[in-house]
């Protein structure tokens, strides 16, 4: 293909290409199975057609629920670990094809007093007399600085591109389950169709430049119908909105319209919680079976208690994006912050809707006091997308090289992608992460048929194995119930679907509960002593009314927490033994035999602080169960667990008791 050809095609598909070569690097660090927090649950409410956690997520879940169904011949996880790479990468594509088409249009986007625009490049017209001279081979310039001075709006559009694809937070998105993998594609899909509206000309004679907003309405109700941080680009948008047609009576006409179709669109989507969750599904958070329970959902009213909680959480929060921003971007950061100034000397107006959209998101994110916030940052590091594009502009228009210009192009590449893969790579890499599904499985492999283990691991244990459970079908008998859910009226439903018989026997605890929940789930006045009781007379008695019948497990953060002060107590005569991985409910204090640790949990190369958990956890229970056998002793029993240990699990710190039980 000649060079002129392979020019043309690489310009028509410019930002397919950039997506492509993401998505190929985003391959290398997929996770092959369940990570950490929500991935669990989320695989499995897109895999059953269930409800999410607040606010539901119905797009992300029905998009996934019809991916999986596609036959590529991968583990349910990993085709779904596989699509938000897909979302992440198309999400590049778009934001490449708009950072283009601003910087084509950047006068329209300059402030209203213009600034002189220069006809002609001279170092283009110099690098064309250049060009017809042969150089010292006799042969003439190939790369003309004018070729490469045509197409730097391509370029700039492409390294900036490739800045944020590689931004550590937005790259993690495209590794492992999550909602905001598609919220990144939506609001990139936003951002596009807002310039497209923004620059299209208007002729009050043609209806076509204003569908232009509708469409915009249109992706801007899909962004609302899966997560709820699409609000973050609304100030930005009314800022652009209202600088082209002004603050009067015909641009709220054109709202109401947009709003005619937006609504209905937002609508339709959340009418899938309503509908869906009348069915039973496996996963039914919330039980939105009444409008307002779906209102409550939707609203994510259980954790405003988070938000806006204090000025020091506020402050906490922002010391942490002030001090993390530096390894998002490295080096490139630098870029960005060219682009910052260039945008606003050269188009101001894009320059303020980029402004307005940073401040507000970190104003707004700062103010929700949760330990996993990045992912609520990341319509800023968008933004910082889009002021590295006009960066990378800035210092390509700077370059005037005499021979081979590309050659600097070249050197810059590496400056902004290796760079950033170097520092970034190893922080946003899963391809080796098994921990989780090794941990779950070994768990739920220690109990007993029918067995129930009672926790609030979350992270580690409580959502991997919904996966597990209820999509591959493992241990399915086994009852895993969370604590700390046991204080929502719908999880009462959800475990009577899942495990009709384990509240049998409770009717009347179960109702004294719902009914002083009731009042405070509705916001209404409460007896908080009343509810406390009846809470905690629930987490006994699930124990009571269970142990005749089945295997009772308690989970180690409870020992640890709960039971250590006072909240959780067993019925009279029982008491805890370890086992394995979780304490068994016993009666009496005779000795109770535990099988061998033959599991194998598998580590990454580079630990986490989650990793790092269950790898303490892990050696925390075995030593408490090796510690057991010497208080019979069982010495040979003992050290059974203390090698498993030693072999397994390298960081942790073995109790010097421990250590000198190998040497007899």
């Given at each position: 293909m000649p060079d002129s050809a392979l020019l043309k095609f690489v310009k028509k598909y410019f930002a397919v290409l950039t997506g492509l070569l993401v998505f190929l690097?985003?391959?290398?660090?997929?996770?092959?199975?369940?990570?950490?927090?929500?991935?669990?649950e989320l695989s499995t409410v897109q895999a059953t057609l269930g409800i999410a956690h607040p606010t539901g997520y119905p797009l992300f879940t029905m998009l996934g629920y019809l991916f999986s169904l596609i036959p590529l011949g991968f583990s349910k996880i990993?085709?779904?670990?596989?699509?938000?790479?897909?979302?992440?990468?198309?999400?590049?594509?778009?934001?490449?094809?708009?950072?283009?088409?601003?910087?084509?249009?950047?006068?329209?986007?300059?402030?209203?007093?213009?600034?002189?625009v220069v006809k002609k490049n001279s170092a283009i017209k110099k690098q064309k007399a250049l060009d017809k001279k042969p150089n010292a081979s006799g042969k003439s310039h190939a790369l003309s600085l004018s070729v490469f001075q045509e197409n730097k709006n391509y370029i700039a559009a492409v390294f900036g591109g490739l800045i944020l694809a590689f931004d550590k937070t937005y790259w993690m998105q495209g590794t492992s389950v999550e909602v905001y993998s598609l919220q990144l594609f939506l609001i990139n899909l936003v951002i596009l169709f807002l310039v497209k509206a923004y620059i299209a000309k208007d002729d009050p004679h043609k209806i076509k430049y204003f569908s232009l907003w509708l469409v915009f309405a249109f992706v801007l109700a899909l962004g609302f119908s899966?997560?709820?941080t699409t609000l973050f680009i609304l100030p930005g948008v009314a800022y652009l909105f209202f600088n082209k047609y002004g603050f009067n009576k015909k641009s709220f006409i054109r709202i109401a319209i947009m709003l005619s179709l937006f609504i209905p669109v937002l609508v339709l989507n959340y009418s899938y919680l309503l509908i869906r969750s009348a069915q039973n599904p496996i996963m039914n958070w919330g039980y939105t079976t009444t409008l307002t329970k779906l209102l409550r959902h939707v609203s994510g009213e259980q954790y405003q208690v988070w938000l806006f909680s204090s000025f020091n959480s506020a402050q906490k929060q922002f010391s942490y994006f002030v001090s993390n921003l530096?390894?998002?971007?490295?080096?490139?950061?630098?870029?960005?912050?060219?682009?910052?100034?260039?945008?606003?000397?050269?188009?101001?107006?894009?320059?303020?809707?980029?402004?307005?959209?940073?401040?507000f998101t970190v104003g707004y994110a700062i103010n929700y006091d949760i330990h996993?916030?990045?992912?609520?940052?990341?319509?800023?590091y968008l933004a910082l997308g889009f002021f590295a594009v006009f960066g990378s502009l800035q210092l390509l228009s700077l370059l005037k090289l005499k021979e081979y210009p590309y050659l600097a192009t070249a050197l810059l590449v590496p400056l902004l992608i290796v760079v950033e893969l170097y520092f970034n790579y190893s922080a946003v890499n899963q391809s080796d992460v098994y921990t989780f599904q090794d941990y779950a499985k070994a768990v739920l492999g220690s109990v007993d048929k029918n067995a129930v283990i009672f926790t609030y691991e979350w992270d580690y244990l409580?959502?991997?194995?919904?996966?597990?459970?209820?999509?591959?079908?493992?241990?399915?008998?086994?009852?895993?119930?969370?604590?700390?859910?046991?204080?929502?009226?719908?999880?009462?439903?959800?475990?009577?679907?899942?495990?009709?018989?384990?509240?049998?026997?409770?009717?009347?605890?179960?109702?004294?509960?719902?009914?002083?929940?009731?009042?405070?789930?509705?916001?209404g006045k409460f007896d908080p002593t009343l509810l406390e009781y009846t809470y905690r007379k629930i987490m006994t008695d699930l124990v009571a009314t269970n142990i005749s019948k089945r295997q009772f497990f308690i989970a180690p953060e409870l020992f640890e927490n709960e039971?250590?002060?006072?909240?959780?107590?067993?019925?009279?005569?029982?008491?805890?033994?370890?086992?394995l991985l979780l304490f068994k409910v016993v009666k009496g204090n005779s000795y109770v035999p535990a099988p061998d640790p033959n599991f194998?949990?598998?580590?990454?190369?580079?630990?986490?602080?989650?990793t790092n958990f269950i790898q303490n956890t892990i050696g925390s229970m075995l030593a408490r169960r090796a510690l057991y056998e010497m208080q019979f002793d069982k010495i040979d029993r003992a050290k059974i667990y203390i090698r498993k240990i030693k072999n397994d699990l390298p960081g942790y710190i073995l109790p010097q008791q421990l250590e000198q039980v190998l040497e007899r």
């Open positions: 690097v985003y391959l290398t660090t997929l996770a092959p199975s369940v990570v950490e927090i929500d991935a669990g990993y085709q779904l670990n596989l699509l938000t790479a897909v979302w992440c990468s198309l999400g590049i594509m778009i934001f490449v094809y708009t950072a283009k088409t601003v910087l084509d249009n950047i006068l329209i986007f300059q402030s209203d007093k213009k600034l002189p899966n997560h709820m530096p390894s998002e971007f490295w080096s490139s950061l630098f870029i960005a912050a060219v682009g910052i100034v260039y945008s606003f000397i050269k188009a101001r107006k894009f320059f303020v809707f980029l402004a307005i959209t940073f401040l996993d916030i990045d992912s609520y940052f990341l319509l800023a409580v959502s991997p194995s919904y996966y597990f459970q209820f999509v591959e079908n493992y241990r399915r008998d086994v009852a895993v119930v969370d604590k700390e859910l046991l204080r929502r009226s719908w999880y009462y439903h959800q475990l009577n679907t899942i495990h009709p018989r384990l509240l049998s026997g409770m009717h009347d605890d179960v109702n004294d509960f719902l009914q002083a929940v009731a009042p405070f789930e509705s916001k039971m250590q002060r006072g909240q959780f107590t067993l019925p009279p005569g029982y008491t805890l033994v370890p086992d194998e949990i598998r580590f990454p190369k580079h630990g986490t602080v989650y």
